[in-house]
Protein backbone atom coordinates (compact mmCIF):
# COMPACT_ATOMS: atom_id res chain seq x y z
CA UNK A 1 0.00 0.00 0.00
CA UNK A 2 1.55 3.47 -0.72
CA UNK A 3 1.91 5.31 2.04
CA UNK A 4 0.19 8.87 2.18
CA UNK A 5 3.03 11.60 3.15
CA UNK A 6 6.70 11.98 1.82
CA UNK A 7 8.82 13.67 4.26
CA UNK A 8 12.28 15.10 2.57
CA UNK A 9 15.01 15.97 4.29
CA UNK A 10 17.78 18.03 2.79
CA UNK A 11 21.46 17.36 4.86
CA UNK A 12 24.66 18.75 4.85
CA UNK A 13 26.97 18.02 6.79
CA UNK A 14 24.93 17.72 9.84
CA UNK A 15 26.54 14.55 11.92
CA UNK A 16 26.47 16.14 15.44
CA UNK A 17 22.40 16.73 15.34
CA UNK A 18 21.04 14.07 12.54
CA UNK A 19 20.79 11.20 14.91
CA UNK A 20 18.74 12.88 17.26
CA UNK A 21 16.29 14.22 14.28
CA UNK A 22 16.32 10.80 12.33
CA UNK A 23 14.90 9.09 15.99
CA UNK A 24 12.31 11.54 16.61
CA UNK A 25 11.33 11.01 13.08
CA UNK A 26 11.14 7.25 13.40
CA UNK A 27 9.14 6.99 16.79
CA UNK A 28 5.99 9.53 15.10
CA UNK A 29 2.39 8.14 16.28
CA UNK A 30 1.69 8.09 12.37
CA UNK A 31 3.61 5.85 10.90
CA UNK A 32 2.15 6.10 7.17
CA UNK A 33 5.28 7.69 5.33
CA UNK A 34 8.25 7.52 3.35
CA UNK A 35 11.29 9.00 4.13
CA UNK A 36 13.99 10.96 1.50
CA UNK A 37 17.29 11.82 3.37
CA UNK A 38 18.68 13.87 0.53
CA UNK A 39 22.83 13.58 1.75
CA UNK A 40 23.93 17.38 -0.51
CA UNK A 41 27.75 15.79 -0.45
CA UNK A 42 28.33 16.37 3.01
CA UNK A 43 31.82 15.98 3.93
CA UNK A 44 31.53 14.81 7.55
CA UNK A 45 30.04 11.52 9.07
CA UNK A 46 26.75 12.59 8.11
CA UNK A 47 26.84 9.62 5.37
CA UNK A 48 27.83 6.87 8.38
CA UNK A 49 25.03 8.12 10.33
CA UNK A 50 22.40 7.80 7.21
CA UNK A 51 23.20 3.83 6.50
CA UNK A 52 23.20 2.88 9.46
CA UNK A 53 19.69 4.02 9.93
CA UNK A 54 18.35 3.40 6.58
CA UNK A 55 19.36 -0.37 8.06
CA UNK A 56 16.88 0.03 10.75
CA UNK A 57 13.92 1.46 9.37
CA UNK A 58 12.78 0.50 5.69
CA UNK A 59 10.77 3.30 5.37
CA UNK A 60 13.94 5.43 5.44
CA UNK A 61 15.98 5.93 1.93
CA UNK A 62 18.91 7.57 1.24
CA UNK A 63 19.18 9.65 -1.96
CA UNK A 64 23.77 11.06 -2.23
CA UNK A 65 24.43 13.36 -4.41
CA UNK A 66 27.07 15.66 -5.12
CA UNK A 67 26.67 19.12 -3.79
CA UNK A 68 24.39 21.80 -4.92
CA UNK A 69 23.19 24.41 -2.42
CA UNK A 70 19.80 23.84 -0.72
CA UNK A 71 17.58 25.06 -3.43
CA UNK A 72 18.75 22.50 -5.93
CA UNK A 73 18.55 19.80 -3.54
CA UNK A 74 15.21 20.88 -2.44
CA UNK A 75 13.89 20.88 -5.91
CA UNK A 76 15.55 17.42 -6.56
CA UNK A 77 13.42 16.41 -3.18
CA UNK A 78 10.51 17.39 -4.23
CA UNK A 79 10.69 15.61 -7.73
CA UNK A 80 10.67 12.40 -5.36
CA UNK A 81 7.56 12.83 -3.65
CA UNK A 82 4.39 10.49 -5.26
CA UNK A 83 1.95 10.74 -2.44
CA UNK A 84 -1.09 12.53 -1.08
CA UNK A 85 1.45 15.18 1.38
CA UNK A 86 5.03 16.30 1.54
CA UNK A 87 6.62 17.73 4.00
CA UNK A 88 10.12 18.94 4.63
CA UNK A 89 12.14 19.16 8.12
CA UNK A 90 15.31 20.11 8.85
CA UNK A 91 18.16 17.77 9.74
CA UNK A 92 19.19 19.52 13.22
CA UNK A 93 15.86 19.90 14.59
CA UNK A 94 13.53 17.29 16.26
CA UNK A 95 9.23 16.75 16.09
CA UNK A 96 6.67 16.08 18.78
CA UNK A 97 5.65 12.61 18.51
CA UNK A 98 2.59 13.53 17.41
CA UNK A 99 3.71 15.78 14.12
CA UNK A 100 2.57 14.06 11.46
CA UNK A 101 -0.53 12.30 13.19
CA UNK A 102 -1.87 15.82 13.77
CA UNK A 103 -1.34 17.57 10.62
CA UNK A 104 -2.50 14.46 8.59
CA UNK A 105 -5.63 14.55 10.44
CA UNK A 106 -6.79 17.82 9.79
CA UNK A 107 -5.47 18.06 6.65
CA UNK A 108 -7.80 15.05 5.50
CA UNK A 109 -10.51 16.81 7.50
CA UNK A 110 -11.01 19.68 4.94
CA UNK A 111 -9.20 18.50 2.24
CA UNK A 112 -6.94 21.21 2.78
CA UNK A 113 -4.29 22.35 0.32
CA UNK A 114 -1.79 23.26 2.69
CA UNK A 115 -2.13 22.68 6.75
CA UNK A 116 0.32 24.30 9.39
CA UNK A 117 1.17 24.25 12.84
CA UNK A 118 2.65 26.39 15.52
CA UNK A 119 6.01 25.14 16.53
CA UNK A 120 8.95 25.93 19.50
CA UNK A 121 11.84 28.08 19.00
CA UNK A 122 14.48 26.48 21.11
CA UNK A 123 17.77 28.54 21.87
CA UNK A 124 20.18 27.26 24.55
CA UNK A 125 18.09 27.55 27.65
CA UNK A 126 15.61 29.06 26.39
CA UNK A 127 12.42 28.22 24.64
CA UNK A 128 9.91 30.13 23.45
CA UNK A 129 6.35 29.02 21.40
CA UNK A 130 5.65 30.66 18.21
CA UNK A 131 2.00 30.85 17.63
CA UNK A 132 0.34 31.52 14.35
CA UNK A 133 -3.27 31.16 14.98
CA UNK A 134 -5.67 30.71 12.41
CA UNK A 135 -5.04 32.41 8.89
CA UNK A 136 -6.91 32.89 5.65
CA UNK A 137 -4.60 32.67 2.49
CA UNK A 138 -4.83 36.70 1.97
CA UNK A 139 -3.36 37.08 5.52
CA UNK A 140 -0.57 34.19 5.68
CA UNK A 141 0.59 35.94 2.58
CA UNK A 142 0.45 39.60 3.99
CA UNK A 143 1.96 38.44 7.61
CA UNK A 144 5.15 36.62 5.44
CA UNK A 145 5.61 39.75 2.90
CA UNK A 146 5.81 41.84 6.12
CA UNK A 147 8.16 39.80 7.65
CA UNK A 148 5.92 39.18 10.98
CA UNK A 149 5.76 35.61 10.36
CA UNK A 150 8.30 32.98 9.43
CA UNK A 151 7.85 31.60 6.11
CA UNK A 152 9.61 28.23 7.17
CA UNK A 153 8.49 24.78 5.11
CA UNK A 154 8.76 22.70 8.42
CA UNK A 155 5.55 23.23 9.56
CA UNK A 156 3.38 22.67 7.07
CA UNK A 157 2.12 19.74 5.18
CA UNK A 158 1.38 20.37 1.71
CA UNK A 159 -0.45 19.08 -0.96
CA UNK A 160 1.66 17.74 -3.32
CA UNK A 161 -0.11 17.85 -6.67
CA UNK A 162 -1.09 21.59 -5.45
CA UNK A 163 3.27 22.35 -6.46
CA UNK A 164 3.16 19.70 -9.16
CA UNK A 165 0.35 21.25 -10.65
CA UNK A 166 1.57 24.78 -10.69
CA UNK A 167 5.02 23.89 -11.35
CA UNK A 168 6.26 25.69 -8.15
CA UNK A 169 9.97 24.84 -7.24
CA UNK A 170 12.85 26.93 -5.41
CA UNK A 171 14.66 29.45 -7.38
CA UNK A 172 17.83 27.12 -8.29
CA UNK A 173 21.41 29.09 -7.04
CA UNK A 174 19.56 30.84 -4.25
CA UNK A 175 20.40 30.42 -0.35
CA UNK A 176 18.02 33.17 1.59
CA UNK A 177 14.40 33.63 0.96
CA UNK A 178 13.81 30.87 -1.37
CA UNK A 179 11.38 29.55 1.14
CA UNK A 180 9.86 33.03 1.77
CA UNK A 181 9.27 32.17 -2.55
CA UNK A 182 8.00 28.56 -2.49
CA UNK A 183 5.33 29.66 0.36
CA UNK A 184 3.99 32.66 -0.86
CA UNK A 185 3.44 30.68 -4.31
CA UNK A 186 1.99 27.89 -3.17
CA UNK A 187 -0.48 30.28 -0.80
CA UNK A 188 -1.31 32.18 -3.96
CA UNK A 189 -2.37 28.66 -5.83
CA UNK A 190 -3.75 27.37 -2.53
CA UNK A 191 -7.69 28.04 -1.74
CA UNK A 192 -7.76 25.64 1.87
CA UNK A 193 -5.74 26.40 4.91
CA UNK A 194 -5.35 24.50 7.94
CA UNK A 195 -4.25 24.92 10.90
CA UNK A 196 -3.74 22.71 14.45
CA UNK A 197 -3.05 24.91 17.07
CA UNK A 198 -0.28 22.82 18.58
CA UNK A 199 3.36 23.24 18.74
CA UNK A 200 4.95 19.93 17.71
CA UNK A 201 8.35 21.02 15.72
CA UNK A 202 11.28 22.04 17.72
CA UNK A 203 13.55 24.41 15.86
CA UNK A 204 16.35 24.91 17.57
CA UNK A 205 18.99 27.70 16.84
CA UNK A 206 22.46 26.70 16.56
CA UNK A 207 24.96 28.95 16.96
CA UNK A 208 26.73 28.54 13.63
CA UNK A 209 23.31 28.74 11.72
CA UNK A 210 22.11 31.07 9.15
CA UNK A 211 19.82 33.25 11.79
CA UNK A 212 23.00 34.51 13.90
CA UNK A 213 25.46 34.18 11.43
CA UNK A 214 26.83 37.70 10.08
CA UNK A 215 25.01 39.18 7.32
CA UNK A 216 26.38 39.02 3.83
CA UNK A 217 26.17 41.43 1.21
CA UNK A 218 25.22 37.97 -1.20
CA UNK A 219 22.26 37.15 1.19
CA UNK A 220 21.10 40.75 0.30
CA UNK A 221 21.36 39.65 -3.47
CA UNK A 222 20.07 36.82 -2.62
CA UNK A 223 16.86 38.35 -0.76
CA UNK A 224 16.60 41.34 -3.33
CA UNK A 225 16.22 38.67 -5.85
CA UNK A 226 13.62 37.19 -4.51
CA UNK A 227 11.71 39.71 -3.77
CA UNK A 228 11.76 40.96 -7.58
CA UNK A 229 10.32 38.17 -8.80
CA UNK A 230 7.46 38.09 -6.21
CA UNK A 231 6.95 41.84 -7.68
CA UNK A 232 6.77 40.76 -11.53
CA UNK A 233 3.90 38.37 -9.98
CA UNK A 234 0.31 40.33 -11.65
CA UNK A 235 -1.79 38.52 -8.62
CA UNK A 236 0.56 39.82 -5.72
CA UNK A 237 0.97 43.42 -7.13
CA UNK A 238 -1.94 43.83 -7.32
CA UNK A 239 -3.41 42.54 -3.72
CA UNK A 240 -0.01 43.38 -1.81
CA UNK A 241 1.46 46.70 -3.41
CA UNK A 242 2.48 48.48 -0.03
CA UNK A 243 3.67 44.33 1.75
CA UNK A 244 5.87 44.27 -1.60
CA UNK A 245 7.26 47.87 -1.42
CA UNK A 246 7.94 46.97 2.59
CA UNK A 247 9.62 43.67 1.99
CA UNK A 248 11.75 44.96 -1.05
CA UNK A 249 12.77 47.94 1.82
CA UNK A 250 13.28 45.19 4.74
CA UNK A 251 15.38 43.47 1.70
CA UNK A 252 17.92 45.71 1.46
CA UNK A 253 18.12 47.70 4.66
CA UNK A 254 21.33 46.14 5.08
CA UNK A 255 22.88 47.78 2.41
CA UNK A 256 22.97 51.19 4.46
CA UNK A 257 22.83 49.66 7.60
CA UNK A 258 25.14 47.42 8.02
CA UNK A 259 29.16 48.02 7.45
CA UNK A 260 29.74 44.98 5.38
CA UNK A 261 26.98 45.29 3.03
CA UNK A 262 27.48 48.70 2.81
CA UNK A 263 26.12 49.73 -0.97
CA UNK A 264 23.98 52.85 -0.98
CA UNK A 265 23.96 53.10 -4.83
CA UNK A 266 22.40 49.08 -5.18
CA UNK A 267 19.67 50.61 -2.22
CA UNK A 268 18.77 53.58 -4.61
CA UNK A 269 18.66 51.18 -7.44
CA UNK A 270 16.20 48.55 -5.48
CA UNK A 271 14.04 51.64 -4.01
CA UNK A 272 12.59 53.74 -6.18
CA UNK A 273 9.54 54.78 -4.18
CA UNK A 274 9.12 58.27 -3.05
CA UNK A 275 11.16 59.23 0.33
CA UNK A 276 7.77 59.89 1.92
CA UNK A 277 7.02 56.16 1.03
CA UNK A 278 9.89 54.70 2.29
CA UNK A 279 9.84 57.04 5.89
CA UNK A 280 6.05 55.45 6.55
CA UNK A 281 7.47 52.10 6.49
CA UNK A 282 7.88 50.56 9.92
CA UNK A 283 11.63 49.46 10.38
CA UNK A 284 12.98 51.99 12.85
CA UNK A 285 14.09 55.74 13.45
CA UNK A 286 17.66 55.06 12.52
CA UNK A 287 16.43 53.35 8.95
CA UNK A 288 14.52 56.23 8.27
CA UNK A 289 17.51 58.66 9.11
CA UNK A 290 19.88 56.38 6.91
CA UNK A 291 17.34 55.87 4.41
CA UNK A 292 16.92 59.60 4.10
CA UNK A 293 20.67 60.63 3.36
CA UNK A 294 20.84 57.65 1.11
CA UNK A 295 18.30 58.90 -0.76
CA UNK A 296 20.23 62.43 -1.55
CA UNK A 297 23.32 60.66 -2.22
CA UNK A 298 24.67 61.68 1.09
CA UNK A 299 26.67 58.61 1.61
CA UNK A 300 29.78 60.32 2.92
CA UNK A 301 27.76 61.39 5.93
CA UNK A 302 26.36 58.07 6.50
CA UNK A 303 29.66 56.24 7.00
CA UNK A 304 31.48 59.10 9.06
CA UNK A 305 28.08 59.17 11.64
CA UNK A 306 27.34 55.27 11.55
CA UNK A 307 30.65 53.14 10.65
CA UNK A 308 33.77 55.62 11.51
CA UNK A 309 33.03 56.42 15.25
Not at 291 to 308: E, K
Request: glycine share 4%; charged share 25%.
Amino acid sequence: MNPKITVLVPIYNSEEYLEDCLQSLSVQNYSDFIVYLINDGSTDGTISIINNFIKKDARFKLIDKINTGISSTRNLALNLSKTKYTIFIDSDDTLDSNYLKFLYEKAESGNYHLTYCDYNILDGVNSNKKIHGELSVDASIRKMLLHQDWAVLWNKLFITKIYQDNKIYFPDGINMWEDLFFNIIFYENSSSIGYVPHSLYNYIMRSNGLVKSPIKKSRVLDQIFIISILEKNDILRKKFPDELVFSKAYATKSLITNKNCFDPDLWRRNNNSKLYTILKLKLGIKYKILSTLAFFHMDFIIRVLFFFK
